[in-house]
């Protein structure tokens, strides 16, 4: 998933970027056998809450966690704005599945939502990441 924005981007997407950089890539380090969708949802709010600024357009931001497979028949968790049942939060990921990873972060006023993702295996240490582009919004124009 890559965001882009035309000739300029509104400083608002600037700064949740950043944000957003912070909480996927601190997040994908506990993506790692026997860690549940609940616990790593838990981990996104904590890591967003700990890195959001002080003060600017990202201050109070939140984040959610957002993540499913590859259409492989190995889709769980399944959890996006829409798909985050407790029997989904309650999932176990599992060696070697490869899943789409991409946390929201959006202003505190739920406005402005931000992600950015990649494709992630999960292995036995952390969330291997398979993509290289770098994180960031896409300037185009």
């Known amino acids: 998933m890559q965001p882009v924005c035309v ?3 509104d400083p608002v997407y600037d700064e949740l970027a950043k944000l957003q950089g912070e909480v996927w890539f601190q997040l994908a380090a ?5 860690a549940t969708a609940g616990e790593l ?3 996104c709010r904590a890591i967003c809450e700990k890195e959001a600024p002080a003060s600017g357009p990202a201050a109070g931001a939140t984040a959610q966690l957002m993540m499913h497979g590859r259409g492989a028949g190995d889709d769980g968790p399944i959890i996006t704005n829409d798909a985050k049942s407790p029997v989904e939060l309650k999932k176990v990921l599992r060696q070697n599945p490869v899943v789409i ?3 929201q972060v959006r202003c ?3 406005s402005h939502p931000l992600n950015w993702g990649d494709s992630v295996v999960v292995t036995a240490a952390d969330g291997e990441r398979l993509g290289r582009r770098e994180h960031g919004i896409w300037v185009a124009g």
């Open 101 to 103: 990873f991409k946390p």
């Open 41 to 43: 949802q838990e981990r």
């Open 108 to 110: 505190a006023d739920r």
């Open 7 to 9: 000739e300029r981007c």
């Open 30 to 34: 506990e993506l790692r056998p026997g």
